[in-house]
């Protein structure tokens, strides 16, 4: 592969390069890491398991809680009540509502 001569490159011809290198180098991992796990799915299942049987993580993402908390004027914004508070809630807290004043019922 031919490199180009650096010293010679201007400052924006530089960034560019500059990009494309870390580009790269995230896409050479990101390959790396999916045959890497390929590579171990498939070895798991020659013992018949799943990897999520060897390691006790199921696959996918978590289900989200169900909204206990909604928002009186936009029934669309709704909060389960984890997690941080919206600021909605925080600012009917403020003005001495409760969270019972927003409790989807």
């Known amino acids: 592969m031919a490199l ?5 490159l201007s400052l924006d011809e530089l960034k ?11 896409d050479f991992e990101e390959n790396q890491r999916k045959e890497a796990l ?5 070895k798991a299942k020659e013992f018949g398991y ?8 199921a ?8 909204p206990k908390y909604r928002h009186p ?3 669309a914004l709704t909060w389960s009540g984890r997690g941080r508070q919206p600021a ?13 004043d927003y409790a989807i019922k």
């Open 50 to 57: 799943s990897l999520a049987d060897l390691t006790g993580k």
């Open 16 to 26: 560019t390069l500059q990009k494309q290198v870390a580009k790269a180098i995230d």
């Open 88 to 100: 909605w809630i925080k600012e009917g807290l403020e003005a001495g509502k409760s969270l019972e």
């Open 73 to 75: 004027e936009n029934p």
């Open 59 to 66: 696959k996918g993402k978590a289900k989200a809680s169900p």
């Open 4 to 8: 180009p001569k650096i010293d010679k």
């Open 38 to 42: 390929a590579a171990v799915e498939a």
